[in-house]
C-alpha cells in the first residue's frame, strides 16, 4: 500500500465517523436516541437496510463464493422480495399503530412479559455472536494479506463504530450508512471495469459471460428437491423468505432502521426499495466474483488465496511436496489460458464443433486445478491443522491488492471497513435498545427521567461494543463468513418469526402455550442442525413451523382452564 491508500483509507473512515458525531450530536430522549426522532426519509430507510444486511463480509465472501461456486449463492435471496411484501402489509402497520420502540415490546402487549423477555435474549445472543463475526470478518483477512495484527484490527473497527453508535443512536447509524453505501458501491463499480479492463484485448465482456458460461459458473437457477443442497430456488423462496421474513420483521437491528420513518407509508417505500435493488445487488457482486475466476484464467494465482496458510506449509516439513503441487498448478494455469483463447477464437468463428471441444478441454483443466486446489488444502491442513484452508473468504482482497493500481487500493480497503462498521453500528444499537428497554427499563420497579434511559442505552451499547470486540478477538473462521453469519441466524430466527406469527394471526395461542413451545423448540432446533438433518436455509421454515404446531397441541390440552385471549393488536 502506498502512501495514497493509506490517505483515503484514514480519511474515508474519520470522515464517517466525524459526520456521524457531529450530525447527531443532540438527543433530547430516547425517541431521539432509538427511533431518530421519526424522521427519516424512505431512501434513508432503504439505505440504512440494505447497508446493516451488507456487511464486509458481502463484499469479501460473496465474491469468493462466486469464484469457487458460480452465481448459484443468488438463489439465497429470492424470498426476499415476498417477505418484504408481507412485512409491509402485515408487520410495519402494528408496529406503528402501536408506537413500539421494539419489536418485542409488541410481544408483552399480545402475550406477556415472560414471552417478550425470551424473544429479546434469543435476540442478544445471535445477534451478540454476529456482530462480533461482522468485526472479526474483515479483521482475519487484512490481517492475513497486510500483516496487520489481528487483536489491533479488531479494536481499531469496533472503536470505531463504538464512537459515533454510542454519541448519536439510530440517527447517526442511518445517516452514516448512506455514505458507507455510497462508498461501497463506488468502489465495487470501480473494482468491476478495472476487472474488465485487465483482461486480454479481444476478450469483451460478452465473451467473459460466455466463458463464464462454459465454465459452468452462470448456473443461477437449481430446481432440484434435495434439501441437503444449500442453495436452491426451493430452499431460497421458503427458507430464505422465512429467513428474510425474521430478520427484517422481528430482529431489532433492522426492525429500528424503518421504526425511525416519519410514518407507515416512508418506511414501507424503504423496505421495497430494499427488496427491489437487494437481488441486483447480489447479483451483482456475485457477477464480480465470476468476472474475478475469468480474469484468473489468464493470470497466474496462487494454489491457495490464504497467504497465512501458504506460509504455514512452506515452514513444514512438507514444503518440498508442496512446491511440486504449485509447480503443476503454475504449468495447469498456461495450460488453461490457452484453452481459453482457443475456446474465444471458437466464438468468434462461430464454429460450433471446435466451440464444443475446446469447451471440454476447460472442463477438464478447470477439475484438474479443483482437484489441486483440494490437495493443497489436504497438505496444508496435515501441516497445521489451525490455519484456515478454506481460501474463499480471501480471493478478492488477493485481487484489489496484487491487481489494482495505487489509490483504488485504499478505497477497496474503506469499501471492506465501511461495511464492517455500517452492520456493526446497526447491530449494536439494536442489542443496546433491547438490553435498555425489554430487560432493564422493562424490570425496573421505579420511574427514571427520558435523559436517564438515554444514558443507560449508551451505556449497553458501549458494553455491547466490547463485547463484540471480545467476541472478534476470539473467533475462529468458519467455511466460510457469509454462511456462518446466515447460519447463525437460521438458529435463532425460525423460532423467533414462529413466535411473532403466532402473535399476529392465531389470537387463539395464549402466552403460556407459546413460551413453552419456544423454549422446547430452539432446543430441537439446536439438535436438528448439530445432527445436520438439512441445510441451514431450511432450519428458518423448519423452526417456524415447529413452534407453531407445538404451540396449538399445548394450547389444546390448557383451553379448557383458561379464559379469552385479549387482542391488544386492534
Known amino acids: 500500500m502506498g502512501k495514497i491508500d493509506w490517505i483515503i483509507l484514514i480519511g474515508t473512515l474519520l470522515s464517517i465517523v466525524i459526520y456521524g458525531v457531529w450530525k447527531t450530536r443532540i438527543n433530547k430522549d430516547v425517541s431521539d436516541y432509538v427511533l431518530g426522532g421519526n424522521k427519516s426519509k424512505w431512501w434513508t430507510i432503504g439505505l440504512s437496510v440494505m447497508a446493516t444486511q451488507a456487511s464486509a463480509i458481502t463484499f469479501l465472501s460473496t465474491p469468493g463464493q462466486a469464484f469457487h461456486d458460480g452465481m448459484g449463492f443468488v438463489q439465497f435471496y429470492f424470498g426476499l422480495p415476498i417477505a418484504m411484501i408481507i412485512i ?12 413500539v420502540y421494539t419489536a418485542y415490546e409488541f410481544l408483552e402487549r399480545r402475550f406477556d412479559l415472560k414471552t417478550r423477555t425470551l424473544a429479546a435474549i434469543l435476540f442478544l445472543i445471535q445477534r451478540g455472536l454476529a456482530a462480533g463475526i461482522t468485526i472479526f470478518a474483515p479483521s482475519i483477512i487484512l490481517s492475513a494479506v497486510l500483516g496487520w495484527d489481528l487483536k489491533t484490527l479488531n479494536i481499531i473497527i469496533g472503536s470505531l463504530v463504538i464512537i ?10 442511518s445517516v452514516t450508512q448512506k455514505q458507507q453505501m455510497f462508498v ?3 468502489g465495487m463499480f470501480i473494482a468491476f471495469f478495472f476487472i474488465l ?14 466463458i463464464a458460461g462454459a465454465s459452468e459458473k452462470l448456473n443461477i437457477l437449481d430446481f432440484s428437491l434435495n434439501t441437503q443442497s444449500r442453495y436452491t430456488f426451493w430452499s431460497g423462496i421458503t427458507g430464505g423468505m422465512f429467513l428474510a421474513l425474521a430478520y427484517f420483521g422481528t430482529d431489532q437491528s433492522q426492525v429500528q432502521r424503518y421504526l425511525s420513518g416519519k410514518s407507515i407509508r416512508e418506511s414501507q417505500l424503504g423496505l421495497i426499495f430494499n427488496g427491489i435493488l437487494k437481488i441486483p445487488m447480489q447479483f451483482f457482486i456475485l457477477l464480480v466474483g465470476v468476472m474475478v475466476f475469468v480474469f484468473y484464467q489468464y493470470n497466474p494465482s496462487p494454489l491457495n488465496f490464504n497467504p497465512a496458510a501458504t506460509k504455514a506449509v512452506l515452514e513444514s516439513d512438507l514444503a518440498d511436496n508442496y512446491k511440486i503441487l504449485e509447480e503443476s498448478h503454475r504449468t495447469l494455469e498456461v495450460e488453461k489460458a490457452e484453452a481459453q483463447l482457443a475456446f474465444s477464437k471458437a466464438l468468434s468463428l462461430q464454429d460450433e464443433q471446435k466451440k464444443q471441444s475446446t469447451k471440454e478441454e476447460m472442463l477438464s483443466l478447470i477439475a484438474r486445478d479443483r482437484s489441486n486446489r483440494e490437495a493443497a488444502k489436504a497438505m496444508i491442513h496435515e501441516a497445521n491443522t489451525i490455519v484456515e484452508v478454506n481460501d474463499k473468504d480471501y480471493v478478492f482482497i488477493h485481487f484489489i491488492l496484487n491487481y489494482l493500481p495505487k489509490g483504488l487500493i485504499g478505497l477497496l480497503l474503506a469499501v471492506i ?36 434511559y438515554v444514558k443507560v442505552s449508551k451505556l449497553f451499547t458501549l458494553l455491547w461494543g466490547i463485547i463484540a470486540i471480545l467476541i472478534a478477538c476470539v473467533a475462529n473462521l468458519f467455511d466460510n463468513l457469509i454462511q456462518l453469519v446466515n447460519i447463525i441466524g437460521s438458529i435463532f430466527y425460525g423460532n423467533v418469526l414462529g ?23 430452539q432446543i430441537v432446533v439446536i439438535i436438528v442442525f448439530q445432527l445436520d438433518w438439512m441445510s441451514y436455509l431450511w432450519l428458518n421454515a423448519f423452526g417456524c413451523t415447529f413452534v407453531i404446531l407445538l404451540a396449538f397441541v399445548l394450547e389444546s390440552f390448557d383451553r379448557l382452564h383458561k379464559g379469552p385471549t385479549v387482542d391488544v393488536t386492534k
Do not use: Q, W
Request: charged share 15%; net charge positive; proline share 4%.
Open 197 to 210: 479492463g485487465y483482461l486480454p484485448a479481444d476478450i469483451t465482456f460478452t465473451k467473459a459471460l460466455k
Open 417 to 452: 471497513l465501511s461495511a464492517a462498521m455500517s452492520s456493526t453500528a446497526s447491530e449494536l444499537n439494536a442489542l443496546g435498545t433491547i438490553s435498555a428497554l425489554d430487560l432493564y427499563k422493562r424490570n425496573k420497579k421505579t420511574n427514571m427521567p427520558p435523559e436517564h
Open 184 to 186: 461501497i458501491m463506488t
Open 499 to 521: 413466535i411473532f406469527l403466532l402473535a399476529f394471526f392465531f389470537k387463539y395461542i395464549r402466552s403460556n402455550a407459546v413460551f413453552i413451545s419456544a423454549i422446547l423448540t
Open 164 to 173: 459515533y453508535t454510542v454519541s448519536g443512536g439510530t440517527n447517526a447509524v
Open 88 to 99: 409491509c402489509m402485515v408487520f410495519i402497520p402494528i408496529y406503528h399503530r402501536l408506537k
